[in-house]
């Protein structure tokens, strides 16, 4: 079955940390771009952080530079989201997704084009910064 599969979120006090995991089964990530994505209530889906498939090209938004990281482990099969210095404004539920054909000229678009077309997209996994 193919599918990806986001854990680690939950409630976390303002200036905490948290890594968010996404492993992926049926297919191998290391042939595919990869990236996180947030939507907060009452707001639209954003591109948090994308990379191309030979992590040759990153792209992370202006509002979590330097304090996120993505990175993946193809020994696992699993892509990650470390998360640092967490806001209130970071609280959304962030999904992770997976695209076999784009290619490292389209990692910046994959992150901020509104209805940008992804292979395989998770659930979702909530993020809550709060005191």
Known sequence: QVQL????????????????????SGFTLDYYAIGWFRQAPGKEREGVSCVSSSNG?????DSVK????????NAKNTMYLQMNSLKPEDTAVYYCAADRW?????????????GYSMD????????????
């Open 5 to 24: 599969v986001e854990s680690g979120g939950g409630l976390v006090q303002p200036g905490g940390s948290l890594r968010l995991s996404c492993e992926a």
């Open 102 to 114: 784009t290619d490292i000229t389209k990692v910046q678009a994959m992150c901020v084009s509104v």
């Open 57 to 61: 090209l990153t792209y992370y938004a």
């Open 66 to 73: 330097g304090r996120f990281t993505i990175s993946r482990d």
């Open 120 to 131: 395989y997209w998770g659930k979702g996994t909530l993020v809550t910064v709060s005191s």
